[in-house]
């Protein structure tokens, strides 16, 4: 469970960024192979952003999907972990998307 | 107390039973003020303002900032995570008897001093992080830790993370190396379970080979699997308790030694 630390984190970094300004939403980008579950984000961002200036914000996840490169044939393709096998049998894959834990963007009210 | 973990609210980790304040983490708040900036410098319309910051980037700037050091001083560090029980503090003592060189150890737990007091009856530095309900070690915790054994130039320092094989996948402490450790006692299946930990190993160390005649581990099986998620990293089959293949073990610490200490 460590998506109610994440949430906490999130919290931090745009109320530091907020100031006194209340926020009326907050973006943030996960990846697919992130290891991090975006319903329990959800459920843990109330909680989290009560007595703050995020108090009554909207949480909107961007879920990034799993994107690898082969290193051997150069081929890209989508994937739902970090780790497989290229069509071309290879298994010397690199991350291209999904690994993201990133807050985008906030909105002001 | 942690606030990456959420699951750590309301206990507090301790360094040797003493309380560990998030000093060091705090002595980084002024880079806080970077963020104040971005809300005038990267304003997309009215009120949205862009921030693009990473979740994690606290304990990631602290992990940078250990490695560094380690580096700087020729240090080799090396992330020991496993399930609890896989005999990591056993695998630490034998090797702290037979490698040459100065060595330290952070034992990472929830609770007890017991495995600090087993790496010091080898006679090596050890502290004991505590880390409460917590699930794992963070960054700024690791930094307390060797500010503590202050770790000569040249040394190994081993860390011991709470046993987890989920969360402690996730944090970067600033280690050279990450070493999964799996007993075979576990089962054969576990690095499809927790792919995200074998993903990010550098080597697998299967231990308690000496216990196979006695299971059902299918041990090509589990190499096969550690192979799927993991192609490029090493494996190495031992048993701490005979001395079974310990040999490889220390010979690729000590390759691991001179190399990253050159790399610096």
Redesign the interface.
Same mark, same amino acid.
């Given at each position: 469970?460590?998506?109610?630390?994440?949430?906490?984190?999130?919290v931090?970094?745009?109320a530091?960024?907020?100031?006194s300004n209340p926020v009326?939403r907050v973006s943030?980008k996960i990846g697919e192979?992130?290891?991090v579950l975006p319903d329990a984000l959800h459920f843990?961002f109330d909680s989290c952003t009560r007595g703050t200036v995020l108090e009554n914000a909207r949480l909107e996840i961007i879920n990034v999907p799993g994107r690898l490169a082969c290193s051997d044939c150069g081929i890209e393709f989508g994937s739902s972990?970090?780790?497989g096998r290229c069509q071309c049998g290879s298994?010397?894959l690199r991350c291209v998307a999904g690994d993201e834990?990133?807050?985008?963007?906030?909105?002001?009210? | 107390m +942690? /606030?990456? +973990?959420? +699951?750590?609210?309301g206990a507090e980790t301790q360094l040797d039973g003493k309380s560990l304040k998030h000093t060091h983490s705090h002595d980084h708040s002024h880079e806080?003020g970077h963020? =104040?900036d =971005? %809300?005038h410098s990267h304003e /997309?319309g009215d009120? /949205?303002?862009?921030?693009?910051?990473?979740? %994690?980037?606290?304990n990631d700037r602290i992990a940078s900032d250990n490695r560094r050091w380690f580096d700087k001083l020729g240090i080799v560090c090396l992330n020991l995570l496993s399930s609890p029980g896989s005999g990591k503090t056993t695998l630490l003592e034998k090797t702290l008897k037979q490698l040459s060189g100065p060595c330290c150890v952070v034992e990472g737990d929830q609770a007890t001093e017991n495995d600090a007091q087993r790496i010091r009856a080898t006679g090596a530095l050890a502290v004991q992080i505590n880390t409460g309900t917590g +699930?794992?070690l963070e960054a700024d915790m690791l930094h307390a830790g060797i500010h503590e054994l202050e770790p000569e130039p040249g040394s190994v320092v081993f860390v011991e993370n709470v046993g987890n094989l989920?969360?402690p996948?996730?944090f970067d402490l600033g280690e050279n190396k990450r070493v999964v450790v799996l007993s075979v006692t576990e089962g054969e299946d576990k690095p499809l379970k927790y792919?995200?930990m074998f993903?990010k190993a550098d080597l697998v160390v299967l231990n308690k080979v000496d216990l196979l005649p006695h299971l059902d581990f299918d041990l090509q099986a589990c190499l096969g699997y550690v192979?799927?998620?993991?192609?490029?990293c090493r494996i190495l089959q031992l048993s701490a308790k005979t001395g079974e293949g310990m040999q490889a073990w220390l010979e690729w610490l000590e390759a691991e030694r001179p190399e990253l200490a050159v790399s610096a």
């Amino acid at each position: 469970m460590h998506e109610l630390g994440i949430t906490r984190n999130i919290v931090s970094i745009v109320a530091d960024a907020a100031g006194s300004n209340p926020v009326a939403r907050v973006s943030v980008k996960i990846g697919e192979f992130s290891a991090v579950l975006p319903d329990a984000l959800h459920f843990c961002f109330d909680s989290c952003t009560r007595g703050t200036v995020l108090e009554n914000a909207r949480l909107e996840i961007i879920n990034v999907p799993g994107r690898l490169a082969c290193s051997d044939c150069g081929i890209e393709f989508g994937s739902s972990t970090p780790f497989g096998r290229c069509q071309c049998g290879s298994r010397n894959l690199r991350c291209v998307a999904g690994d993201e834990l990133l807050v985008h963007e906030m909105e002001l009210q | 107390m +942690c /606030t990456v +973990c959420g +699951c750590s609210e309301g206990a507090e980790t301790q360094l040797d039973g003493k309380s560990l304040k998030h000093t060091h983490s705090h002595d980084h708040s002024h880079e806080h003020g970077h963020s =104040h900036d =971005h %809300l005038h410098s990267h304003e /997309t319309g009215d009120k /949205t303002v862009a921030l693009e910051q990473a979740i %994690l980037s606290k304990n990631d700037r602290i992990a940078s900032d250990n490695r560094r050091w380690f580096d700087k001083l020729g240090i080799v560090c090396l992330n020991l995570l496993s399930s609890p029980g896989s005999g990591k503090t056993t695998l630490l003592e034998k090797t702290l008897k037979q490698l040459s060189g100065p060595c330290c150890v952070v034992e990472g737990d929830q609770a007890t001093e017991n495995d600090a007091q087993r790496i010091r009856a080898t006679g090596a530095l050890a502290v004991q992080i505590n880390t409460g309900t917590g +699930c794992h070690l963070e960054a700024d915790m690791l930094h307390a830790g060797i500010h503590e054994l202050e770790p000569e130039p040249g040394s190994v320092v081993f860390v011991e993370n709470v046993g987890n094989l989920v969360c402690p996948a996730l944090f970067d402490l600033g280690e050279n190396k990450r070493v999964v450790v799996l007993s075979v006692t576990e089962g054969e299946d576990k690095p499809l379970k927790y792919p995200h930990m074998f993903h990010k190993a550098d080597l697998v160390v299967l231990n308690k080979v000496d216990l196979l005649p006695h299971l059902d581990f299918d041990l090509q099986a589990c190499l096969g699997y550690v192979r799927e998620v993991n192609p490029n990293c090493r494996i190495l089959q031992l048993s701490a308790k005979t001395g079974e293949g310990m040999q490889a073990w220390l010979e690729w610490l000590e390759a691991e030694r001179p190399e990253l200490a050159v790399s610096a």
